[in-house]
């Protein structure tokens, strides 16, 4: 079992910059990746970023490519999305998601409760 805790979120205008952080415990040996999914209101949740937990490679959605990056820090088992030049269509509710090596990146098998993060325009 994981458990996931985000933090960060908050209300920010556009070009603004955000840091999501994401607090890991449990068996984190059984977890591959590590990725940070978004729903806007009324819209699916989405794949934002993702991080391999030990090779540390990362893949990212079109829609945030060059804007955001992922990171990992495997001593605090903690990860983060730096959220660069946001735009409103960032808005949206963003979850930190775990997940086994037979999943893929846009799949998770464990999630956090969410943090909102509102952006301005």
């Known amino acids: 079992q994981v458990e996931l805790v985000e933090s960060g979120g908050g209300l920010v205008q556009a070009g603004d910059s955000l840091r999501l952080s994401c607090a890991a415990s449990?068996?984190?040996?059984?977890?591959?990746?590590m990725s940070w999914f978004r729903q806007a209101p009324g819209k699916e949740r989405e794949f934002a970023a993702g991080?391999?937990?030990?090779?540390?490679?990362?893949y990212y959605a079109d829609s945030v490519k060059g804007r955001f990056t992922i990171s990992r820090d495997k001593a605090k088992n903690m990860v983060y999305l730096q959220m660069n030049s946001l735009k409103s269509e960032d808005t949206g509710v963003y979850y930190c998601?775990?997940?086994?090596?037979?999943?893929?990146?846009?799949?998770?098998?464990?999630w956090g409760q969410g943090t909102q993060v509102t952006v301005s325009s």
């Open positions: 998601a775990a997940t086994r090596p037979s999943g893929s990146w846009t799949s998770g098998d464990y």
């Open positions: 991080i391999r937990w030990n090779s540390g490679s990362t």
């Open positions: 449990g068996y984190m040996f059984s977890i591959s990746r």
